[in-house]
């Protein structure tokens, strides 16, 4: 690992390095807020610690993040909703810390402009956005970013400063996603047209060196205008040096697969580009090692070039957390463990996510439930009134990338605040779309792609990839379905339509009839998805149901104050449809054996792997299944 301190400077030889994290959603602490206890785990307070060591190896160091940094974890949720006029968390640790620039993610424009005012005030940071324009009339969202920035960095020895060219982009469908707040306030530019505009502006005015926060993932597939994953493009252009990536939550370059057709192609796409991508939640810190020399150019003018590069994600594992983080954070941590205790209801039953992705289940089942009591009284005596009203929602804590204990697991008896956070980790609002039933089977065949495609008499085979994101997974209560998976599905992660004839959702029903194409129903989803979040089919502004703002979070807690016996189980939802000789094989958390006894599946444990994930074997052909 590079870090070994210089020992005297080459006059025309620079080392810069640029550290870098992304998608830290408030991960600040090392700290399980649901179960109440410290972990092992990432945060940003080890990532501190590693930082502060490799500053030592290089003549100048810049520190950078690249987005969705004030939004995920409860010690940042419990500061964005109440604007108390302290300095925020997340904005503490990364002023403690020393980050020469931060640039804005889509998950900063889910608080609203005066929680992101509020926040962002007490940055001693650029804060920096290049494609998205306030054009508020009266001046919301104005002045809360640049859209770059020029940071001289002294090299020592008498060799003076490089002057560092920062830009940052993000998607532009942020605007949509989050339409409540931003349609009016905020207009949104394509990602490559304003990372050329940036780079051009930047070497005019004299940087030596251009390094892109592209919050946007990595992609091999050829340039399209507004395309979500560009950063690929993005580090392809001329006047790019180094470029961040993030948005996506994956890793590059990735040890594991250092050596797989994909990294190389994607390599190869940025154009022999330095380029790191350093996950989700602090678990990684990228890090790019700029080697570069000084020469003459054709006017005689001395400039510095990069001569070669180093590219590496360092995992802040066995890192001991800052103290100087620690202690400015101590405060919140204090204030967001009281509120977590705060009685808000109770529970009849043991509530959890480790079957969501294979049963209609409670949690997902509170949520729709929630939401749904919520808008009853919304649209009483209105004009929607008797149109059918359904509720969409998705597992969000279901394992993947965050890890085993990554699940819901609330048991019976007095519920604590904490579980209303559990059950909904990010502040969404209620959306609610008015859709026709073939916008409906659309909605649910996008859905059920989170899953693979199963044959009959083949052991071993996967339900699902953990790596696939869970909030790709919805589902709809107030009908009822059934998913047939040794069908192809009708839909690719990004929203296309790949087999537009395909069909894995069947026998939708409601009130035991079928679904008419052109019947119509109210879809009570969140904000994020109703504004086009997860490029989910049908969507479109025009279906948008005008409603006062309503926090799923208040939602869950409100239906949760009632007294609560385990879900209504008159409102109808889905089941796999039974499949002749179909096995396949899931993985949960380890803490799923404790509520085996509450589970009517046809399943057979497996082993638990080191990570605490256990797999279990689901058996499709069975009695429990619907012909």
């Not at 792609?449 to 997974?473: A, I, M």
Request: glycine share 10%.
């Amino acid at each position: 690992m590079p870090g070994s301190p210089k020992v005297g400077p080459e006059v025309d030889k620079a080392h810069v390095r640029v550290l870098a994290t992304t998608d830290v959603h408030a991960k600040l602490l090392a700290y399980d807020y649901f179960r109440n206890r410290p972990t092992d785990g990432a945060s940003l307070a080890k990532l501190a610690t590693l930082i502060e060591a490799q500053r030592l190896g290089a003549d100048a160091t810049l520190v950078v993040d690249n987005g969705d940094f004030l939004q995920g974890g409860p010690i940042a949720e419990m500061a964005n909703s109440s604007r108390s006029g302290g300095i925020h968390p997340v904005i503490a640790a990364m002023n403690a810390i020393g980050y020469g620039a931060v640039g804005l993610g889509n998950h900063e424009f889910d608080l609203e402009e005066p929680s992101l005012r509020d926040a962002l005030k007490a940055a001693e940071f650029p804060v920096l956005c290049s494609n998205l324009d306030a054009r508020d009339t009266q001046g919301r969202y104005s002045d809360l970013w640049e859209s770059r920035v020029l940071i001289p960095l002294t090299l020592g020895g008498g060799r003076g400063s490089i002057n560092v060219g920062i830009f940052s982009v993000l998607p532009p469908q942020v605007v949509d996603w989050n339409a409540s707040r931003l349609q009016g306030a905020v207009v949104g530019c394509d990602i490559l047209q304003a990372a050329r505009s940036q780079v051009a502006a930047l070497l005019a005015e004299g940087a030596d060196l251009v390094v892109a926060l592209a919050h946007s993932g990595l992609s091999t597939a050829p340039y399209g205008p507004d395309m979500e994953k560009v950063a690929s493009h993005v580090a392809a252009l001329e006047g790019v040096d180094a470029l961040i990536a993030g948005h996506v939550h994956e890793c590059f370059p990735s040890a594991q697969s250092a050596d797989s057709a994909l990294e190389a192609e994607l390599r190869k796409s940025v154009n022999g580009k330095p380029v790191v991508m350093p996950g989700a939640m602090a678990a990684c810190l990228g890090q790019i090692d700029l080697y570069l020399t000084q020469a003459e150019n054709a006017s005689g003018r001395k400039k510095w070039c990069v001569e070669k590069h180093e590219s590496v994600l360092l995992s802040g594992n066995g890192a001991a957390e800052s103290p100087k983080i620690v202690g400015a954070l101590k405060a919140s941590q204090d204030e967001v463990l009281t509120e977590l205790s705060r009685v808000v209801g109770e529970l009849a039953h043991p509530v959890f996510s480790y079957f969501s992705m294979v049963k209609d289940d409670c949690m997902t089942r509170i949520v729709a439930e929630a939401k749904m009591s919520a808008l009853r009284s919304v649209f009483a005596g209105t004009e929607f009134e008797s149109l059918p009203l359904l509720a969409s929602t998705t597992p969000s804590r279901c394992g993947g990338r965050a890890g085993a204990g990554n699940y819901v697991d609330l048991a019976s008896g007095p519920l604590e605040a904490r579980g209303i956070a559990e059950l909904q980790p990010y502040d969404n609002f209620v959306s609610v779309l008015q859709i026709t039933g073939s916008d409906l089977q659309d909605w649910l065949e996008m859905s059920a792609s989170f899953y693979n495609q199963l044959e009959p008499r083949k052991p071993g085979q996967r339900l699902f990839e953990r790596d696939v994101p869970s909030y790709k997974r919805e589902t709809v209560f107030g009908v009822s379905y059934a998913i047939d998976l040794t069908q192809p599905a009708r839909f690719d992660a990004s929203g296309t339509r790949i087999n537009p004839e395909a069909q894995r959702v069947t026998d939708l029903l409601w009130q035991g009839r079928d679904v008419a194409p052109d019947q119509r129903f109210l879809l009570a989803t969140n904000d994020f998805r109703g504004g086009g979040g997860g490029n989910f089919p049908g969507v479109d502004p025009s279906k948008i149901v005008r409603i006062p703002r309503i926090s799923v979070r208040d939602a869950i807690g409100r239906y949760l104050a009632q007294p609560f016996l385990g879900g209504d189980r008159a409102i109808p939802s889905w089941t796999f449809r039974r499949m002749k000789d179909v096995s396949a094989v899931f993985e949960t958390g380890a803490g799923s054996r404790k509520h085996l006894d509450l589970i009517t599946l046809p399943l057979e444990p497996g082993v638990e792997s080191e990570d605490g994930f256990i797999s279990f074997t689901l058996q499709l052909d069975h009695d429990h299944w619907p012909a």
